[in-house]
């Protein structure tokens, strides 16, 4: 089992649409959960970043977190074309002498117009 | 801001030859990580700097692969000898206080093709 999983997709939803996208990962002890949106050739860019059970909203996009469920989800409302993108959940493990950062494989998300 | 730089942004090399990109972190960031993306693998973190000294380096996967980060402000990832399945975009990223809550900033990534 991958330590952080994504659907690849591609997940195509109209503009206007809400796209959910989902990560679920496998250590609970797990504390910090991120998105990142990745364009084609261009580096990750984080989208939000979450720490608590609940929901957490920023304009468009709201993050998901259920530790029980070990689940984080990322919801984008009125879906733009410039919301096509990758999309990456990546989440924080504790090691030995500090965290490590593991990304999921992505989601690519088309937004059609 | 410049953000997080890297160089070169492109290299083309023969297999068996040593490559070295660079990675200046963003100022007054005290956490540098370097990763490595392929269509095959996705972004693999390889290894994370805290105040210039190595955290984790447990995602190197040979010895082939090297990195250090003399100073604040510059680290370098070796690879010698470097082979094609090396191949892929390599990334540095930065963060003021280190991976456990802050926010990662990536450079523009490095495009590495070894024949």
């Known amino acids: 089992q991958k330590e952080v999983e994504q659907n690849s997709g591609p997940l195509s939803v109209p503009e206007g649409a809400i796209a959910s996208l989902n990560c679920t ?12 949106r990745q364009y084609s050739g261009k580096s990750p860019e984080l989208i939000m970043f979450i720490y608590s059970n609940g929901d957490k909203e920023d304009g468009r996009f709201t993050a998901q ?27 924080n493990e504790e090691r030995t002498g500090g965290f490590k950062t593991i990304f999921g494989a992505g989601t690519r998300l088309f937004v059609k117009a | 801001d410049a953000g997080v730089i890297q160089s070169p942004r492109h290299e083309v090399t023969e297999m068996g030859q040593e490559v070295t990109l660079r990675c200046k972190p963003i100022s007054g960031h005290n956490s ?6 392929t269509m095959m693998r996705g972004l693999e973190l390889l290894i994370y700097f805290n105040n210039n000294v190595p955290i984790d380096d447990s995602g190197m996967p040979e ?14 990832l070796k690879i010698q000898p470097s082979e094609p399945r090396d191949s892929a975009v390599y990334f540095c990223a930065s963060s003021l206080r280190g991976p456990s809550t802050d926010t990662q900033y990536f450079g523009p990534g490095t495009r590495l093709t070894v024949l």
Do not use: E, H
């Open chain 1, 25 to 36: 990962y496998s250590d609970r002890g797990s504390q910090s959960f991120f998105w990142y």
């Open chain 1, 65 to 91: 977190l259920n530790k029980a469920s070990q689940y984080v989800s990322l919801l984008i409302r009125d879906s733009q074309p410039s919301d096509s993108a990758t999309y990456l959940c990546a989440v």
């Open chain 2, 32 to 37: 540098l990580f370097w990763y490595r993306q």
């Open chain 2, 63 to 76: 010895d082939r692969f090297s990195a250090k980060m003399p100073n604040a402000s510059f680290s370098t």
